[in-house]
């Protein structure tokens, strides 16, 4: 039992790793056992530290660079054991316009050994996907899907902020 | 092997039959709060997923079926079709097209419901369906289904629970 | 203590459901105690019917339905001790266009009466600000504040998607 | 009265000093995820609110000293001040400007810093930081201050502790 933890232990923490490296432009982020001699004794801690920055525990980050990290988390582990198909529901809420546009290139280029399903209500997300399906609810209550709705009229855009004083 | 189509009956706000046809690749679901983009993962989840009603953010199973809406009637029962491309045999049935259906409906039965499986219209049960989806290393309890809130409760979860999660895989 | 508890309690209940009726162009919000009698005894639950839908407990509505609600409690217990100053950070994270542009109006006419700082990723928010202020960090891990910052280069533009067939 | 301007010395990633200046009314912070925005009204909240580093999202005062960013050198104190506009005398002092500031700073104390609260330059004390801020209605722990986070923990959290919302509030 405790083999098999500890190599699916070794396995996520070398894949996010190098998930996170590439979500967050060369940051650092690995896997922390409480107690690593008896992994079952302890908890598990995620660290992390986006590109520039000191290395921190996971609470200790913003809002969006927690749920970055957490989603590379997510792939990690995702990787360990393929599937033919995912469903992703509004993972990219947190994001900013970068980091929600890495991660839907990522998936973008997943998508090519995989069907990947994903609800969002980002722009920036909609530029990578393939294919669009839009949900509508009239007054009745009753959801209907609107297969090639007009994007402009539904979703956000987010730039990084330049400086322009 | 890809999911092709859902056929949703009855199934949360989705009163009456809807088709969302699906194709491989990368597909967004976009539409306003509470409009049903996630009532269409919770109907992937009901076929595949865990066959707990609280993973479908319901209190019984037959808090699933249509309530009606605003004005309508309330309907007795809900079903829900997956139909996979099976063109790669990678679901061991010999077909090109396989289709799981799930079917709940409200019956005088004492649980106040009856819940059946069926593939390609034949009567099947929960024990057929996983071993069809586990060949097909479609993993209903892996983190291969991202719900929405998952991010959040990893994030503000204490680390005895987020080692679990390894357990759980492992 | 009782008193004052439920004197409390019939306060926001009220407050709760005229801000909700607001938010949600129609629907309707309570409060519901498990144990009225004793309330110190039992919880507090929120119940909620968007409009044109049945009522339900908080935790069957979906993730932008809940917001709104719990965002609508929040606001109906600020009203029962008015302060001349709020901040919020990021209240609007989880709400769709409509959503997002009542929440912002509605901040807005608050704001003739007090003072509000909403940190926010939203363009449909930023119609309804009268300033804005923007926060960048250099390769060096420190935060810079640029007073006068270009929106159009920022946040994301949600608007209710259409039926266009 | 109303927050006219914030000034920042090392507090988190505000290494060095930054001035922030406000007007009455709706302002919005914006900027890219890890930039800051939370920081600012950390930065409030250190003066207004409780005074425990939790509610801050560190683990001791000191972790608000900015701690040098990539490659900069730790800072040894960190300082913030709320330049308050007081024309209407809402706080009960007579100044049309009340400057609340509070200080932290490393020291050799067997506490491993030092903090101190200052009113318009005079040495204060959080007990007289407190009167004046409630006589001027500024409550630092009801729901004025919405925290990141705030919104999902009312859904995510049992009716028990909502209802213990009420009875902190009441
Ligand atoms: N059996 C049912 N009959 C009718 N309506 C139902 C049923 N079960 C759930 N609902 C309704 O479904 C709605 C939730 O829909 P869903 O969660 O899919 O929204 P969503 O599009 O994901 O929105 P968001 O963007 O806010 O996440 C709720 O308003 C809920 O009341
Ligand atoms: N004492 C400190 N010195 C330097 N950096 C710090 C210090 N304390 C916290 N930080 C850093 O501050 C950053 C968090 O900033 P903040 O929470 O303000 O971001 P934000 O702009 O609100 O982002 P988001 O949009 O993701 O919520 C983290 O990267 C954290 O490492
Ligand atoms: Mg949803
Ligand atoms: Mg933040």
Do not use: W
């Not at chain 2, 989705?14 to 306003?32: C, E, L």
């Not at chain 2, 369906?129 to 289904?145: E, P, R």
């Amino acid at each position: 039992k405790k083999e098999l933890f500890m190599k699916l232990y070794r396995d996520v923490n070398e894949n996010l790793s190098e998930i996170y490296r590439i979500f967050s432009r060369g940051g650092k982020a690995s896997l922390e056992l409480e107690n690593p001699e008896n992994p079952f004794e302890g908890g598990l801690d995620i660290k992390a530290s986006p590109s520039g920055k000191k290395v921190r525990l996971l609470k200790s980050l913003s809002g969006g660079e927690k749920s970055l990290a957490a989603l590379a988390f997510i792939f990690a582990l995702q990787q360990t054991n393929p599937s033919p198909f995912y469903i992703l529901d509004e993972v990219d809420m947190f994001l900013d316009a970068d980091n929600a546009g890495v991660v839907s290139r990522i998936i973008r280029e997943n998508s090519q050994k995989a069907q990947f399903i994903q609800v969002t209500l980002r722009k920036v997300t909609l530029k990578q996907t393939e294919h669009i399906i839009g949900v509508m609810m009239q007054n009745s209550g009753v959801s209907e899907v609107v297969m090639k709705p007009n994007i402009d009229d539904f979703v956000e855009e987010n730039r990084p902020m330049e400086v322009k004083t | 092997v890809h999911l092709k189509e859902i056929e949703l009956e009855n199934f949360k706000t989705f009163g009456g039959k809807t088709r969302v046809p699906f194709s491989q690749g990368y597909t967004a679901i976009i539409g306003p709060n509470g409009s049903g983009k996630s009532n269409i993962l919770d109907a992937i989840l009901f076929v595949l997923g865990p066959k707990s009603s609280k993973s479908l953010r319901a209190e019984n199973l037959t808090d699933l079926i249509f309530n009606g809406g605003a004005k309508g009637k309330a309907a007795s029962y809900c079903k829900v079709s997956l139909l996979f491309d099976n063109k790669d045999r990678s679901m061991p049935l010999d077909h090109d097209v396989v289709r799981l259906t799930r079917h709940v409906k409200l019956s005088g039965s004492s649980a106040g419901y009856s819940s059946s499986f069926y593939i390609n219209g034949e009567k099947s049960s929960l024990k057929e369906f996983d071993s069809v989806l586990t060949s097909a290393g479609i993993l209903s309890d892996g983190y291969n289904m991202v719900r929405q809130g998952l991010i959040t409760s990893i994030i503000e979860t204490g680390p005895i629970e987020r080692r679990r999660i390894l357990d759980r895989v492992s």
